[in-house]
């Protein structure tokens, strides 16, 4: 059997290019409290919980440094989800 390291596979995804977006949201769907990333390619919306967030925080902070003349961290209207992340 093999192993899926979730959170390996989205901070690739991040260095890779793919990162659009993303939100603190208090209601994600069987989660809760949910930092979500969205993504340019299928799966689009990626929850990440409340423990892993500071892994995150480094890597987003150099996303939206890069990205600063860019449409980011801003799901609300955006092309991939029309404003509605769920």
Request: glycine share 8%.
């Amino acid at each position: 059997m093999s192993y899926y390291s979730y959170h390996n596979r989205i901070k690739k995804r991040i260095a890779s290019g793919e990162l659009v977006g993303y939100q603190f949201v208090d209601d994600y769907p069987r989660i809760g409290q949910a930092l979500v990333l969205q993504f340019k390619t299928n799966p689009i919306l990626r929850p990440i919980r409340p423990p892993y967030w500071l892994e995150y925080f480094g890597i987003l902070m150099d996303w939206k440094r890069e990205n600063k003349n860019e449409k980011a961290d801003c799901m609300a209207g955006c092309t991939f989800c029309g404003g509605s992340i769920f």
